[in-house]
């Protein structure tokens, strides 16, 4: 929705499974900038020929498995992203990868460094866990304390969109809720 109204955003892209829920979304959105484009994840490819017609991306996957499939897309194509998902791929804990496909040949053990070497050696940019919180309020505290001379400690409470009428608004009608409390100490 931001990006649409930027003068500087020639063309926003738009990826899903089904193009009924990108029009929706294109509707919504109201910018002759927004393209559509209907993407198997699984189709590593596919998704790569889409990466380069792109300068950056964000990947808003609700799950494990296909953030991984697009993740390793990514960094294998040299493709600059912020995954949303709150995850740490780096390190992905053992009961939470949701059918990760490993590279042929790989360990478990191995993946995450891999995933970081293939993005330094194409040179992409990877941000991964930039959700809400943690994310982007880990971002936002971190820039909070480093415009202080010191800092004792911070924190931050995030929440969704409580009730439908709300989330009516909003292009995915969000309104999950919850809370988090992260804390960090400097000086």
Known sequence: MDLVREDAVEVVGLAARRMDGLEQTRTWLGSPKVSLHVL?????????????????????????????????????????????????????????TENL??????????????????????????????????????????EGIRKLDTAESAIARVGGIPSKAAAAGRPLRYMITWRSRTSCAST
């Open 40 to 96: 198997d994840v699984s189709d590593k490819a596919a998704v790569q020929r889409l990466m380069a017609q792109y300068d950056v991306g964000v990947s808003t996957l609700p799950d494990r498995h296909t953030s991984y499939l697009v993740a390793q897309a990514a960094v294998e194509a040299g493709f600059n992203m912020v995954d949303m998902l709150e995850e740490y791929h780096r390190a992905p804990d053992v009961y939470e």
């Open 101 to 142: 496909v490993l590279p042929p040949g790989m360990e478990f053990a191995d993946y995450g460094e891999w995933l970081h070497k293939t993005a330094v050696a194409s040179g992409a940019t990877f941000l991964d866990g930039i959700g809400f919180a943690p994310g982007l309020s880990n971002i936002t505290t971190g």
